[in-house]
């Protein structure tokens, strides 16, 4: 998948009832594309979400396994170099992951649309206090300009690589 092949936001279906009032939660952005992550935010998702798990008297987890059950490597590539970048998966009508968790996804997953794994009708966001960049900071009622775009988080992941190496 390229930079100029990346799945765009999908349409609104339904007008917003007042686009002053920006965000309302209505999920239409959590039941198709699910926003990405930036650099370090898996690891405070772990903390949080462990905190919680504490909090509330229950197990708690590995990086590792949270990985492995709710996480996908999505991708893009620009000028010729791919670019690595976590996000929440997928899921199909089925409730099954769209592609497995804890795998790079394939050029065709990019295109897919798919509720994200965190998404509950009922409760919304269930990791709200920790979710991902995009899904901060994306707003369907924005200008396109003032949202981050796919290759803006992408790029924050290649500056972070490349201050490691
Ligand atoms: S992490 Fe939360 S806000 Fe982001 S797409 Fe999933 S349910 Fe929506």
């Not at 670019?83 to 804890?102: Q, T």
């Not at 790079?104 to 794994?117: D, E, I, M, S």
Request: glycine fraction near 6%; hydrophobic fraction near 35%.
């Amino acid at each position: 998948m390229s930079e100029d092949e990346i799945n765009p936001y999908f349409a609104d279906p339904e007008p917003h009832p007042n686009p002053a009032l920006g965000c309302i939660r209505r999920g239409l952005c959590c039941r198709t594309n699910p926003g990405w992550f930036a650099p370090g935010e898996v690891e405070k998702l772990i903390d949080w979400w462990n905190l919680r798990a504490e909090a509330r008297g229950e197990p708690t987890v590995e990086p590792r396994e949270l990985i492995r059950q709710f996480l996908i490597i999505d991708w893009l590539e620009i000028e010729g170099e791919r670019i690595d970048v976590f996000a929440p998966v997928k899921l199909a009508r089925d409730g099954l992951p769209l592609e497995p968790p804890a795998s790079r996804a394939t050029g065709l997953y990019g295109r897919l649309k798919g509720r994200c794994v965190f998404f509950d009708d009922a409760a919304g966001c269930t990791i709200y206090a920790a979710r991902p960049f995009e899904c901060r900071a994306y707003d369907c009622t924005n200008h396109p300009d003032d949202n981050p775009t796919h290759r803006s988080i992408a790029m924050m992941w290649k500056e972070a690589a490349d201050e490691e190496a």
